[in-house]
């Protein structure tokens, strides 16, 4: 069995798409995951489990269990690990005033085309970096509202094709 890191797009915010952890990971250890764990009550999970279709399996459970049509983004943890060795030098340096985030894709679009959809960060706020399907994220956390990612990352036609966790949630995660 090999260990997966799992994230759950848009579930237990302001009270929509409600997904108790605790019944969630009954639910994965009753479908065959072993040693499953949740980080926060925001879908972040991890497990092990074989091979095969482990994120329809996990689409289907919280389908089926929750009635929730919720996209999820699964990856192999030591996967995941090997993406957070390829961090550019400035995500997650600690600087108090940077926010840091990492984007998965949830779509079958490419890094390059969601960097297109987006358009360029902008200068002196945000900087991002595609490495493999993933795009490292930092803007700067008091000048927020002036990050052109920050805006369009979370409008229509974007939103839906992109998971995005901060730089701790990713490594607590993969712990």
Known sequence: MKRYTAFLRG??????NKIGMPELKKKLTEA?????SSYLNSGNLTFRAE??????TV??????GFQLEIPVYV?????LQEILSHAPSWWNSGEA?????????LSDDSPQGICEMIGNPSEGLEQIRIYDRVIFWTFDRKKYQ???WWKKTASAGI?????????????????
């Open 11 to 16: 579930i237990n915010i302001s009270g929509r």
């Open 32 to 36: 065959g995951f072993c040693d499953v």
């Open 51 to 56: 091979n095969g279709s482990i994120k329809e």
């Open 59 to 64: 689409e289907e459970i919280i389908r089926t």
């Open 75 to 79: 990856i192999e943890t030591d996967r």
């Open 97 to 105: 005033d940077q926010y840091d985030n990492l984007i998965f894709i």
């Open 146 to 148: 002036k990050c052109n």
């Open 159 to 175: 939103a839906e094709k992109l998971t995005i966790r901060t730089a701790g949630t990713v490594f607590k995660a993969c712990r």
